[in-house]
């Protein structure tokens, strides 16, 4: 019997190879950069980092995180990389007649940023309720994930079945508020940037470490331009009772000043930094793999 792998297991599909590949990425990111993220919701905390735990416990809420780092992940790669290859064939079909003409010459990156876009509206289905969850256990407001979860489920006598899917989407206007510029700038960062080591390498495709590197850039300054908007979220997600997010925006700046709306901004640098790296690298690393499996 032979141990060569048949010629199928290679995942003919970029569509396929965009599910798997999103599913280990974000996986991969999720845990190993869990730590950081832990430590950004603390200093973000309404109730001060060591009231919220300060370096204790930091891989409080790890359950919910990787509960929904695959499906969401997956989700964002499968929603992107199908509009991105449609839009692609429609400019290549001469399909570009509904952009401004001074956008024209930029069609690949308004790709790009509309495909990111996408994929990010269809994670956020996902990432919301396991974010909730999740920063609630980090900021010690429940024991664990699953306790945290409880917590919320208990609340159906008073708030009824809307009430606790409400409150499971509690953030889900300011979480999307955040990611869409997040990934607006991330995505065609990273692309762009691609784009250029190939054209410069006369290749093809783009390897697992330069997709890192690139990652990790593209991170580091979508990071630094949007924490201002994840402050917001996290403080509307740690509240006790739901709040809007111009008046808490308000409260914040009254109280706190403007310096408050950028706190946890190195932690949230690094850990994106690095998480870009880790994600973006571990995606190509996986796409690139299926593709050449034989």
């Known amino acids: 019997m032979s141990g ?3 010629s199928t297991s290679r995942v003919e599909s970029p569509f396929a190879r965009a599910l798997i590949a999103g599913g280990i990425a974000g996986t991969t990111a999720d845990f190993s950069l869990y730590p950081i993220d832990t430590l950004k919701t603390r ?6 980092f060591y009231s919220s735990g300060g370096f204790r416990g930091i891989y409080a809420g790890v359950g919910s995180a990787l509960i929904g780092a695959a499906p969401g992940a997956a989700l964002f790669f499968v929603s992107y990389e199908f509009l991105k290859s449609y839009q692609k064939r429609a400019r290549e079909g001469g399909g570009v007649g509904y952009l401004p003409r001074y956008l024209r010459s930029w069609s690949e990156t308004v790709e790009h940023m509309n495909s990111a876009m996408a994929g990010e509206l269809a994670a956020c289905a996902v990432r919301v309720p396991t974010e909730v969850v999740k920063q609630r256990a980090q900021a010690l407001q429940a ?20 009430g606790v899917w409400r409150e499971l989407y509690r953030g889900w206007g300011i979480t999307v508020m955040r990611e869409l510029p997040f990934t607006v700038i991330q995505f065609p960062l990273w692309e762009g940037m691609k784009a250029w080591r190939r054209r410069a390498k006369g290749l093809e495709r783009t390897t697992a470490a330069e997709s890192a590197v690139f990652g990790s850039l593209a991170g580091a300054v ?5 924490t201002p908007l994840d402050v917001l979220k996290t403080r509307m997600m740690l509240a006790q009772e739901r709040q809007a997010a111009i008046p808490l925006l308000l409260q914040i700046l009254r109280e706190s000043g403007p ?19 880790v994600f973006l690298g571990s995606y190509q690393w996986a796409y690139n793999t299926m593709a050449e499996i034989t």
């Open 43 to 48: 200093l973000q905390s309404s109730s001060g």
């Open 222 to 226: 979508a990071a630094l331009l949007t």
């Open 143 to 162: 024991p664990s994930s699953l306790a945290a979860l409880r917590l919320i489920l208990r609340r159906r006598a008073d708030l009824g079945v809307k």
């Open 259 to 277: 310096r408050a709306l950028f706190a946890g901004t190195g932690p949230r640098m690094v850990w994106i930094s690095v998480g870009g790296a």
């Open 4 to 6: 060569a792998l048949p």
